[in-house]
């Protein structure tokens, strides 16, 4: 056999032997099990927000709350932003919560930076999900009501 024809045959062989392997589509990137939030915020006054948290998991416990970008920032880790809820607290079914959230936070300061989040916790109010956020600004005026 020529070396053509053996170069040939070795790559028939080759081809024939492969299986093709269809991963899952995972169009969002989302890891399987792992829960997400989507994260509203409306009514925006100089001294207060509505938040509504809609979990991808129902089942599963998380906590939300609002801070300021900057606090935020100054926190730096994610457990600190979920540890600004969960700390000190003695039974994480105080502060947790299951499935869609609305809530209306006041007491916020006028034309301040603000982020909305939502993590994933467990039932020693350890992170469990990445803490996701969203930004808004309140508006200008007297706030703090």
Partial sequence: MSK????????????LGCEEVNEPSNPSGQKE????????????????????VTPSLKQDIYVFGVMT?????????????????????QNIT????????????TGLQGGTAYIAFAAGVNSEGKR???????????????GGQ
Avoid: M, W
């Fill in 128 to 142: 469990t999900t990445d803490v996701q956020k969203a930004e808004f600004t309140t508006l200008p005026g007297e």
């Fill in 33 to 52: 099990g792992v829960n997400t939030f989507r994260i509203e915020t409306s009514g925006i006054t100089p001294g207060s927000v509505v938040v509504a």
């Fill in 94 to 105: 105080d502060v947790a919560v299951k499935g869609d959230q609305e809530k209306t936070f």
């Fill in 69 to 89: 970008k900057a606090q935020a920032e100054a926190a730096k880790y994610d457990d600190a932003i979920v540890g600004s809820i969960t700390d000190g607290v």
């Fill in 4 to 15: 053509k024809a053996l170069i040939a045959f070795s790559a028939i062989a080759l081809i």
